[in-house]
């Protein structure tokens, strides 16, 4: 009988679930311009939000340091303390590291880039099934029909605009995060009936730290993966080349497991017309390899000892993951996935041990059980 019953709660919770995805889909099916507009508003304050709020948990040991080691209590003094050292940073970071940087991608594209098709294009004709997509892919990609292309010039002025947007909000999203954190918090908690304040205090702490340790551990890997392979690259024979692959392969391990692989094509593609590197002809396969180690290395030995291991999430799940959130909400969903899952992964942890808590005895119970009747 109670499995019967069991059965039926299932077969009821199915039913609402389904009934809910059917009425979404009909409400965006109705209302598919409004829906359209809705999400790219969404969207337009979620992305410096989510940017602003990637940078509180960058600079968070920093406004611990000020106010746990040198006593600053004050928050409006440790904010502008924190910008003013973040204004420098990234001042001395633009003059040097950026310009160096952009002069060497700069110089790629006019120098390097028409080699490359140059190679690529003599590597293809070797085989008659890439020489015809080569062929074709050139067809296609020609001055005249790009130029045939229709331009929506409304389209290109909204996402200019969001990208001004953007940039004006995140300092002030930002500072706001920075200031007001405590009382973001206690707006969050205060929403929620008393009865359930406890939990939600301890998931959001929880979430909380998952977040700080995702943030902190993947910016300390994309820079530490910076400076490795930009090492890598030198020691290979890149030479000036070095600085510019390195950082690609830093910036795009923003996106694990997939990203290092996607930067890796450049280097890949300019070690086809360079026969003055390490390896020569197995140049290439050289880099391949070179980036798979690194990437096991790092998921298996540096994450783990980086970052907690609520973030700790398996590849299939990551992947998922990436391509759940960003379908939803585009390059921000790539960017919060992981952070996202190991919040909910955190919150079915926290609600197993509540429900553990709950079938076992407390020493009471255990006391009692134990006297004779």
């Given amino acids: 009988m109670a499995e019967m019953e069991r059965r039926k709660r299932w077969l009821i919770n199915l039913g609402v679930i389904a009934l809910s995805l059917l009425i979404l889909f009909l409400f965006r099916l109705i209302f598919e311009a409004f829906v359209e507009r809705f999400i790219q508003a969404f969207i337009a304050i979620v992305l410096p ?3 602003a709020l990637f940078l509180s948990y960058l600079l968070a040991p920093l ?10 209590k004050n928050r409006l003094i440790n904010t502008g303390i924190v910008f003013a050292v973040v204004g420098v940073v990234l001042f001395f970071l633009g003059r040097y590291a950026g310009t160096l940087i952009y002069t060497q991608a700069v110089s790629f594209i006019e120098n390097d880039w028409p080699r490359v098709l140059s190679a690529v294009t003599d590597f293809a004709s070797r085989y008659e099934l890439l020489e015809q997509i080569i062929t074709r892919l050139q067809e296609i990609l020609t001055l005249e029909n790009v130029l045939d292309l229709d331009f929506d010039l409304f389209a290109v002025f909204e996402s200019a605009a969001t990208v001004i947007i953007t940039i004006v909000l995140v300092p002030v999203f930002l500072f706001f995060i920075l200031n007001d954190r405590h009382r973001i918090y206690e707006g969050i908690v205060i929403v929620f009936p008393k009865k359930i304040r406890s939990h939600v205090i301890e998931l959001t702490k929880r979430a909380n730290r998952v977040i700080e340790e ?3 551990g ?3 890997t994309m820079f530490v993966m910076a400076i ?7 020691i290979l024979g890149f030479r000036e080349r070095s600085p510019l692959f390195g950082f690609m392969l830093g910036f795009f391990d923003i996106v694990p497991y997939v990203g290092p692989f996607i930067a890796m094509v450049l280097p890949v593609l300019y070690s086809l017309t360079d026969d003055t590197l390490l390896f020569g002809e197995y140049a290439p396969i050289a880099i ?6 690194g990437q096991l290395i790092q998921n298996n030995v540096a994450q783990p000892l980086i970052m907690g291991k609520e973030t700790k999430l398996h590849p299939l799940l990551v992947l998922s993951s990436f391509v759940f ?8 969903g790539i960017i919060l996935a992981i952070p996202i899952t190991g919040m909910i992964r955190t919150t079915t942890h926290y609600l197993k041990e509540l429900h553990e808590e709950k079938l076992r005895l407390n020493e009471e119970e255990q006391k009692r059980l134990k006297e004779d009747p």
């Avoid at 490795?228 to 030198?234: A, L, S």
């Avoid at 391949?288 to 180690?293: F, G, L, N, Q, R």
């Fill in 63 to 72: 406004f611990r340091l000020l106010e746990r080691k040198l006593k600053l």
């Fill in 214 to 216: 995702y943030f902190n």
């Fill in 288 to 293: 391949m390899i070179t980036v798979a180690v």
């Fill in 228 to 234: 490795v392979f930009t090492i890598v690259f030198f």
């Fill in 325 to 332: 959130f960003g379908y939803l909400f585009g390059v921000v």
């Fill in 218 to 220: 993947r910016f300390l």
């Fill in 49 to 51: 939000f989510s940017i």
